[in-house]
């Protein structure tokens, strides 16, 4: 009979990309879906180490996947912690995982017949259950964010060749192709091939699917072209990496910008297509973080009417520059600056919901009686609920009738 696999993915989409890769490595070995954990024979763990909180939900869904396989079940973890921490967190879960290992190394346990290698930016996908998929256009970051230790783990930008990039999009079969990558917008530059690259690729994916969506875009990079190829396209929508407003705490992040400039781009882009869409991110009790600067952020967040804003509590990590810096904002400051803002945000969001309120919107059905207009990412924000009769992986002209919190009601 054939061994059945299990794979429990955390984190971020660029993971969901690693794990469709690695199932399509397992199909071709011979491997099927399990129903569940407890019935798989190789159960895998892609886990997460961007912060605290995502480390200590790896670690527990390891031990939880565990305690449920079958005793002759293997169990792999893999991804950033595996990446990050591997002879460290192998050590510590013991008896708990069967290998711990990064992609692009291959998977030995005892004397066991090894599943694929791990080694997953190029390989081939199952064609996509959903009518979007993720895909990965790049690995790595050359960047060095004050806070962030991903360059240290998954090593310098590594931009995939164009080609395979619109193979993969074909076999995909998908209606709407969300590229990702640590840094989207430096696509191509260690390839040689110049600066901005990632127009040509938006075009090209843009000619093989209706619609293209582009997530973590560094706002330094939002070029004119760039920003007009956007908001020519059907899916106006601007995912930007701000991480905070504050001169004096950017310049500590190491990142560029300010909440000035960066108002001006987006009523910039407004003023070219005003239906765009936009999310953001932001970073709360960074090192140095003082009042003033948390008030700059709640101005900036009043002021800038983004759809969807996420908000973290800075987490310090190992190997960055941000790990010896001084002014530590204590947790329990900067849970009650996070609750602020996020209640300012909720608001935002439920006051731009109501916008939509009687307007007509092209939707793609995701799932029976679900949908998503060019306002929503796929997995991270609202959803409109629509009526049953639509069919799945097509679209359709629907009108806005109620909101529901983040989500939308269309008749």
């Not at 199932?23 to 019935?39: C, K, M, N, R, W």
């Not at 990632?198 to 072209?225: C, F, G, H, M």
Request: charged content about 25%; glycine content about 8%; some cysteine.
């Amino acid at each position: 009979m054939a061994k059945a696999y299990w794979i429990e993915t955390l984190g971020c989409p660029k993971n969901d990309v690693d794990s469709d890769k690695l199932i399509g490595t397992l199909v071709v070995d011979g491997y099927v879906p399990a129903p569940s954990a407890e019935e798989a024979d190789l159960v895998v763990v892609n886990t997460c180490a961007f912060i605290e909180d995502a480390r200590q939900e790896s670690v527990d869904t390891v031990l939880a996947l565990s305690a449920r396989r079958q005793p002759d079940a293997d169990l792999v973890v893999t991804g950033c912690m595996a990446e990050r921490y591997g002879a460290e967190l192998a050590e510590a879960l013991g008896d708990d995982a069967d290998a711990v290992v990064g992609f692009g190394v291959p998977v030995t346990i005892g004397s066991k017949p090894a599943p694929p290698s791990f080694d997953l930016l190029n390989l081939p996908r199952p064609t996509s259950t959903s009518p979007w998929a993720y895909v990965k256009i790049a690995e790595g970051c050359d960047r060095a964010c004050g806070f962030c230790a991903i360059p240290t783990f998954r090593g310098p930008q590594r931009s995939r060749s164009m080609d395979s990039i619109l193979t993969e999009v074909e076999e995909l079969g998908a209606q709407e192709i969300v590229l990702v990558a640590q840094d989207l917008a430096a696509y191509g530059r260690d390839q040689g091939v110049g600066e901005r690259s990632i127009v040509p690729l938006y075009n090209a994916v843009a000619a093989q699917v209706p619609w293209i969506r582009l997530l973590y875009l560094y706002p330094s990079d939002l070029t004119d072209e760039l920003i007009g190829t956007i908001c020519d396209s059907q899916v106006p929508y601007f995912d930007l990496s701000l991480q905070h407003v504050s001169p004096p705490l950017m310049r500590r992040m190491r990142r560029w910008g300010n909440g000035q400039k960066f108002l001006e781009r987006i009523e910039a882009i407004r003023l070219r297509r005003s239906d765009a869409a936009f999310r953001s991110n932001f970073i709360v009790g960074y090192p140095g973080e003082t009042e003033a600067d948390h008030d700059q952020l709640l101005k900036f967040v009043e002021a800038a009417q983004l759809d969807w804003c996420g908000f973290f509590a800075y987490s310090p990590e190992a190997g960055t520059y941000a790990i010896e810096l001084d002014g530590v904002v204590a947790g329990a400051l900067a849970a009650e600056r996070l609750a602020e803002l996020r209640e300012l945000q909720d608001s935002v969001t439920a006051e731009k919901r109501d916008q939509m309120l009687g307007h007509e919107v092209t939707v793609l059905i995701d799932e029976i009686g679900q949908g998503r207009s060019h306002r929503e990412a796929p997995e991270i924000d609202g959803v409109i609920l629509v009526p049953h009769t639509l069919r799945v992986g097509t679209f359709a002209q629907v009108t806005v009738t109620e909101a529901a919190g983040p989500d939308l009601v269309a008749r």
